[in-house]
């Protein structure tokens, strides 16, 4: 199976990547990425030397590039991760965010017109569907109602993957997933940015009241759902990928506070981020009926594994927050850029 994966020098999409060719030899993937700040070779260079593996710094704005990279790998999936990730960021500069996420997928939906693929997955988020009152769960029916700039950007994507669906009949997967935590996520986010600060005794800044909630899913959990869907998912449906693990902020700080053997006196609350979704929860019993998928890892243990894997690695959190990485072996890896003949 060749696989175009955009976005695999991220959080999850490396995740995905290490994961996928770990497990079978049958996998050939070639990763489109355009190195952003949250884009690390880095996270990659576990599988760097395998000869199933691909590296190219494409755009996905660039239909040129990105053409060419379909035409010369004829992937027969995409798994697209790539986008702008960071919903703090997106209230401050929108305007990367509307032209990755919603014009960056457009160009792969056309790409993936013209070089006919047998599954396109769109990587999408539960906040698509906005803050969700209690006791509920958005189940995929549920109409989309974003609260800020980069989930109104997915939501755009979303629609603009299904209409593809309608339209061209391109044998399209949208997944939903909620927050991930684990290994290798850039520093910005809550989890990892918390474990960092507790591990260098920096405040950890709490948005507002903190009890804000949200519903915890391992990376490593997630990107097996990705995997089950590709394989089991029915062309056209979107799925919905919870942790089945919600949890106020506050008591997620408590927790890394805990691992971390650190003082509550660290916790510092400050102003609430605009536009705050209070709540998200998800159903997920459709990918579980579909494809037989079950979250396995626990919030306990997933968080130790992450907090051992930040302390066992602070090298790579003092190079992701230099920005050192954009060098480090870029040439190397541009150089591996050609792409495997068919
Ligand atoms: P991330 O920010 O860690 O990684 C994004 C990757 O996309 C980076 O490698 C970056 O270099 C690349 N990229 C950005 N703009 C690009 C462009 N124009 N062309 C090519 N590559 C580009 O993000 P993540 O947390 O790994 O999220 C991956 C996907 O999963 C995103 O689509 C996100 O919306 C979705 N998602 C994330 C979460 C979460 O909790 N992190 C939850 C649900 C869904
Ligand atoms: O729900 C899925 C989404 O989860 C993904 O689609 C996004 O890509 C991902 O970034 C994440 O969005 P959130 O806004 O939920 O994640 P973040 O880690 O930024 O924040 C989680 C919660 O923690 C949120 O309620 C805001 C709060 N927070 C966050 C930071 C960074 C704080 O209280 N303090 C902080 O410093």
Same mark, same amino acid.
Not at 93 to 116: D, I, K, M, Y
Not at 203 to 227: K, M, N
Not at 282 to 309: A, N, Q
Not at 310 to 332: C, I, K, M, Q
């Given at each position: ?5 955009t976005?695999g &020098?991220g959080? *999850? ?9 770990r497990?079978? !030899? ?8 355009l190195l952003? =700040?949250?884009?690390n ?6 599988? &760097?030397d395998l000869?199933t593996?691909?590296?190219? $710094?494409?755009?996905?704005r660039?239909?040129?590039a990105? $053409?060419?990279?379909? !035409? ?11 986008a ?5 960021r997106s *209230?401050h500069?929108p305007?990367?965010?509307?032209s990755?996420n ?9 790409a &993936? ?6 599954r396109f ?5 539960d ?7 209690a006791?509920?769960?958005a189940d ?5 109602s974003p609260?800020?700039?980069?989930s109104?950007?997915?939501a ?9 669906a309608?339209t ?7 997944? $939903? ?18 474990i960092t ?8 800044p ?15 959990d ?8 590709l394989?089991a ?20 700080v408590?927790?890394v506070?805990? %691992? %971390?053997r650190?003082?509550?006196s660290?916790?510092e =609350? ?7 979704d !209070? ?6 019993k ?7 998928w ?7 243990s997933?968080?130790?594994e992450?907090? !051992?894997?930040f302390r ?6 003092? $190079?992701v ?22």
């Amino acid at each position: 199976m060749r696989l175009l994966v955009t976005g695999g &020098a991220g959080f *999850i999409g490396s995740n995905f990547v290490r994961q996928a060719l770990r497990r079978s !030899r049958q996998v050939e993937i070639l990763v489109l990425d355009l190195l952003t =700040y949250a884009g690390n070779l880095e996270n990659l260079a576990p599988v &760097a030397d395998l000869p199933t593996f691909r590296f190219s $710094r494409v755009d996905i704005r660039d239909a040129a590039a990105v $053409r060419d990279a379909f !035409r010369s790998f004829r992937p027969e999936a995409v798994v697209h991760f790539a986008a702008e990730s960071h919903v703090d960021r997106s *209230i401050h500069s929108p305007a990367e965010f509307v032209s990755t996420n919603v014009t960056g997928t457009g160009v792969l939906l056309e790409a &993936a017109r013209e070089w006919p693929v047998g599954r396109f997955l769109h990587v999408s988020t539960d906040e698509v569907y906005g803050s969700i009152p209690a006791p509920h769960a958005a189940d995929e029916e549920r109409p989309l109602s974003p609260s800020n700039p980069y989930s109104a950007s997915k939501a755009g994507a979303d629609l603009l993957v299904s209409a593809y669906a309608k339209t061209h009949s391109l044998p399209v997967l949208i997944t $939903r997933a909620s927050n991930n935590y684990g290994p290798y996520q850039f520093p910005e986010k809550l989890i990892p940015l918390m474990i960092t600060n507790a591990l260098a005794d920096k405040p950890l800044p709490v948005y507002g009241d903190g009890l804000q909630e949200r519903d915890w899913l391992h990376v490593h959990d997630h990107c097996r759902a990705i995997e089950a869907v590709l394989a089991a998912g029915r062309a056209g449906e979107t799925y919905n990928i919870g942790g089945e693990c919600s949890m106020q902020n506050i008591e997620v700080v408590r927790r890394v506070l805990d %691992c %971390c053997r650190k003082p509550a006196s660290l916790i510092e =609350y400050v102003p609430d981020r605009p536009g705050h979704d !209070r709540r998200y929860a998800l159903d997920s019993k459709k990918v579980k009926s579909d494809t037989g998928w079950e979250p396995s890892t626990s919030f306990d243990s997933g968080l130790w594994e992450t907090v !051992r894997w930040f302390r066992d690695n602070p090298e790579w959190s003092a $190079r992701v927050h230099s920005g050192e990485y954009r060098t480090f072996h870029d040439l190397n890896y541009s150089q591996r850029g050609e792409f495997p003949s068919v």
